[in-house]
T-cell receptor, first 112, second 117 residues
């Protein structure tokens, strides 16, 4: 199946630093979503984006839906130890009746 | 937020046996549920879309006779891995779409880890 191009694959940062990751696709998605997955658990939704150009924040997290509808980015400001985990972007084509296409994930590691 | 449960959380079985995994939406109705598979250190891959009261829709490359899906009620979908083999060992995760919710959000279950010996 198709996967989205997500980068970087992993990040090693110092606590307090800002983090940025992005996803691109060769095709259009009508919804972009960002999830965080801890080991052995299911993904937890962080931010959902429904309109091209939309910029949405959730606490220290900010995500944007690209104008072309083929990309999205997620920023995390002032990282803290509990931000450690794997972050996935996901795209949805037509709406709620569609399953999600996931990126390969960004493994965030924070050094205290 | 909405809660989705899965049972069992982990299962070990012998090669050739069948294993049933349940996915339940606890506080909302879900006409549509989705089943994903995640191999170690990889991303989630959509296997099939489960629709209440109708046949599931399978993604290309997923054998419908091997992965039987039943969505008998608005809060329950089951995935049965038939004649399981070691290569079926994986993390199986379901998600459910709130039929009456705002937006297109899917809520994920905690996953079921299957190990086939």
């Amino acid at each position: 199946g198709q996967q989205l191009n997500q980068s970087p694959q992993s990040m090693f940062i110092q606590e307090g630093e800002d983090v940025s990751m992005n996803c691109t696709s060769s095709s259009i998605f009508n919804t972009w979503l960002w999830y965080k997955q801890d080991p052995g658990e299911g993904p937890v939704l962080l931010i959902a984006l429904y309109k091209a150009g939309e910029l949405t924040s959730n606490g220290r997290l900010t995500a944007q839906f690209g104008i072309t509808r083929k990309d999205s980015f997620l920023n995390i400001s002032a990282s803290i130890p509990s931000d450690v985990g794997i972050y996935f972007c996901a795209g949805q084509r037509r709406g709620g009746a569609d399953g999600l296409t996931f990126g390969k994930g960004t493994h965030l590691i924070i050094q205290p | 937020g909405a809660v989705v449960s899965q049972h069992p959380s982990r299962v070990i079985c012998k090669s050739g046996t069948s294993v049933k995994i349940e996915c339940r939406s606890l506080d909302f109705q879900a006409t549509t549920m989705f089943w994903y598979r995640q191999f170690p250190k990889q991303s989630l891959m959509l296997m099939a879309t489960s629709n209440e009261g109708s046949k599931a829709t399978y993604e290309q490359g997923v054998e419908k006779d091997k992965f039987l899906i039943n969505h008998a009620s608005l809060t329950l979908s089951t995935l049965t891995v038939t004649s399981a083999h070691p290569e079926d060992s994986s993390f199986y995760i379901c998600s459910a779409r709130d039929s009456e919710g705002v937006g297109e959000t899917q809520y994920f279950g905690p996953g079921t880890r299957l190990l086939v010996l």
